[in-house]
């Protein structure tokens, strides 16, 4: 069965240092993998994904992840946070054909002044 | 502001009694997608339509719930003899097609059952 795992319920990181967000990943086959964002009282927001090609994608607001087929993982990664950062992070996957999005349970990033 | 709307924001309904949400996608978006948000956990699948036809339906779609998309256009996602159960947040997504593999999401409807 397909599935997420995001190992950290929270992570907290000072502005203006850098920021990852973990997240594995547990399909058979080709995963399209994506991060989402979500702010308070909002709805998910996009913010990047994998399909094929280059390992390292990039993505809205400065964020970037890594996808690595070894490690079945794909970090969410921004080289400088921001207080504005701060949100739930959610990691999703889905197959080729199967449409529907995996989410893992989410990780909330913390960025202090 | 993503261009999906779901209406109402919030709804308040006693026990046994029957709700309806509705979802208004990204106008060309052919793809529409059900998910449920329990606090603590990310989204679950519930149903996905393709213009109007429903594909798939996940096992937690009791009988008690039923969607539909006519002529492709909005959704309704309709619960029966609700539960308490059924508390949760109820978000709609759309996807633009074979080629356009992200989902945009609405702000959902919140559901509390008394």
């Known amino acids: 069965a397909q599935s997420v795992a995001q190992p950290e319920d929270q992570v907290n990181v000072a502005e203006g240092n850098p920021l990852t967000v973990k997240c594995t990943y547990s399909?058979?086959?080709?995963?399209?993998l994506f991060w989402y964002v979500q702010y308070p009282n909002r709805g998910l927001q996009f913010l990047l994904k994998?399909?094929?090609?280059?390992?390292l994608v990039k993505g809205s607001y400065g964020f970037e992840a890594e996808f690595n087929k070894s490690q079945t993982s794909f970090h969410l990664k921004k080289p400088s946070a921001l207080v504005s950062d701060s949100a739930l992070y959610f990691c999703a996957v889905s197959l080729p054909n199967t449409d529907k999005l995996i989410f893992g349970t989410g990780t909330r990033l913390q960025v202090f002044p | 502001d993503t261009g999906v709307s779901q209406d109402p924001r919030h709804k308040i309904t006693k026990r046994g009694q029957n709700v309806t949400f509705r979802c208004d996608p990204i106008s060309e978006h052919n793809r529409l997608y059900w998910y449920r948000q329990t606090l603590g956990q990310g989204p679950e699948f519930l149903t996905y339509?393709?213009?109007?036809?429903?594909?798939?339906k996940s096992r937690l779609l009791s009988d008690r719930f039923s969607a539909e998309r006519p002529k492709g256009s909005f959704s309704t996602l309709e619960i029966q003899r609700t539960e308490q159960g059924d508390s949760a947040m109820y978000l709609c997504?759309?996807?633009?097609?074979?080629?356009?593999?992200?989902?945009?999401f609405g702000p959902g409807t919140r559901l509390t059952v008394t």
């Open positions: 994998y399909i094929t090609g280059d390992n």
């Open positions: 399909v058979s086959g080709n995963p399209y």
């Open positions: 997504a759309t996807q633009g097609g074979l080629s356009s593999y992200e989902q945009y």
């Open positions: 339509f393709q213009n109007e036809a429903q594909l798939e």
